[in-house]
C-alpha cells in the first residue's frame, strides 16, 4: 500500500516563507507528475504546482515567482518551497503522486494534506 505523507506547515507571517515535503512509502514501481494542491473551506481544491519526472514544472499564476516545486526521484520525495507568503495562501496543501504502485496499475494517490496558515 503507497502512502504519501507531508510534513511542514505552520503559522507564518506575511513575507515570510515555508518549505512543505511529502514522502511516498510502500511497493512503488515508478512515479511520474507529482503535484501540490491546497483547498480552503467551501472551495475547490486547486492546482498549485506540478512536475514531472523528467522535472519540468509548471505552476499556478497566483504563485508564479514565489514557489517552486521540486523532487527527489531516489527518495521518492517532492518538496514546495513558498516563499513571499501572502495570507491568501492560506489553505490545507495536499501533495499527491501519480504512480505505479503493481505491475498493470497506475493511480492517484494523495497524501492527508499540512496546514499552512499565513497571518500576523
Known amino acids: 500500500q503507497v502512502q504519501l505523507l507531508e510534513s511542514g506547515g505552520g503559522l507564518v507571517q506575511p513575507g515570510g516563507s515555508l518549505r512543505l515535503s511529502c514522502a511516498a512509502s510502500?511497493?512503488?514501481?515508478?512515479?511520474?507528475?507529482m503535484a501540490w494542491y491546497r483547498q480552503t473551506p467551501g472551495e475547490q481544491r486547486e492546482l498549485v504546482a506540478r512536475?514531472?519526472?523528467?522535472?519540468?514544472?509548471n505552476y499556478a499564476d497566483s504563485v508564479k515567482g514565489r514557489f517552486t516545486i521540486s523532487r527527489d526521484n531516489v527518495n521518492n520525495a517532492v518538496f514546495l518551497q513558498m516563499n513571499i507568503l501572502k495570507p491568501e495562501d492560506t489553505a490545507v496543501y495536499y501533495c499527491?503522486?501519480?504512480?505505479?504502485?503493481?505491475?498493470?496499475?497506475?493511480?492517484?494517490?494523495w497524501g492527508q494534506g499540512t496546514q499552512v496558515t499565513v497571518s500576523s
Open positions: 499527491t503522486a501519480n504512480i505505479r504502485a503493481t505491475a498493470t496499475r497506475i493511480q492517484d494517490f
Open positions: 510502500g511497493t512503488i514501481f515508478t512515479i511520474y507528475n
Open positions: 512536475i514531472a519526472s523528467g522535472g519540468t514544472t
